[in-house]
């Protein structure tokens, strides 16, 4: 247990839907992150918050769009996905920048 | 801009032999240096990092690494391998940018 929830696990969507990814944390963590990580690929970072503020977007295309409402939940939105975007999402969460970040189990996403 | 390089995508060992997963890095400033593991349908959990001080560091699971500055390298290493072991590897980096950035994973295969 890493003290990061992401649901839900397993996601399948088509590419006309609309869905969001969860993730919760209940450690007291100042910042989290969404990162993509896709088979035979290095773990790509999406999106970075501090402190609840977007710090960091890492050319992510506009279909994705980060909610950070508090300091514990983050949200991924997807809509209109394309096939390419099948992978394991995965979030995770630090105390500050500079510290060690703690994973949730990701969430597998799967377009059809 | 900062990177880390895991040059082997697989490495195999007899269980009860020492393995080393090697990383080297590239950054400006001092290092902060992370190793993690994933295992399979998890997200990543963190091993071990180097901040300052002793270049051997201990971790999780019987799990050491050296920083060796003058190589640039942060290579992962435990004494005698066990087939529960057998996992993905990521060795992490943060520079002056405050940004943490993932080698492309070293798979290990630890055999009966």
């Known amino acids: 247990e890493t003290g990061v929830t992401q649901t839900p696990r397993h996601l399948v969507m088509g590419m006309t839907n609309k869905k969001s990814l969860k993730c919760e944390q209940h450690l007291g963590h100042n910042a989290m992150y969404w990162y993509k990580q896709s088979a035979k690929k290095p773990l790509e970072l999406m999106f970075v918050?501090?402190?609840?503020?977007?710090?960091e977007n890492n050319s992510v295309p506009s279909r994705f769009s980060p909610e950070c409402p508090n300091s514990s939940h983050l949200f991924l939105h997807l809509h209109t996905l394309q096939p390419e975007d099948s992978a394991l999402y995965l979030c995770?969460?630090?105390?500050?920048?500079?510290?060690?970040?703690?994973f949730g189990d990701g969430t597998r996403l799967s377009i059809l | 801009a900062q990177s880390v390089a895991q040059p082997e995508d697989q490495v195999n060992v007899a269980e009860g032999n020492p393995l080393t997963v090697k990383c080297t890095y590239s950054?400006?400033?001092?290092?902060?240096l992370f190793w993690y593991v994933q295992y399979p349908n998890r997200g990543l959990q963190f091993l071990l990092k180097?901040?300052?001080?002793?270049?051997l560091v201990k971790g999780s699971y019987g799990f050491e690494a050296e920083f060796n500055k003058s190589q640039t390298s942060f290579h992962l290493k435990k004494p005698s391998a066990l087939v529960s072991d057998s996992a993905l590897y990521f060795c992490a980096v943060i520079g002056a940018g405050n940004m943490l950035t993932f080698g492309g994973g070293t798979r290990l295969m630890v055999k009966p």
């Open positions: 918050y501090n402190f609840k503020e977007q710090t």
């Open positions: 995770a969460s630090s105390p500050g920048s500079n510290q060690p970040q703690h």
């Open positions: 950054v400006s400033g001092n290092p902060y």
């Open positions: 180097y901040i300052t001080g002793d270049n």
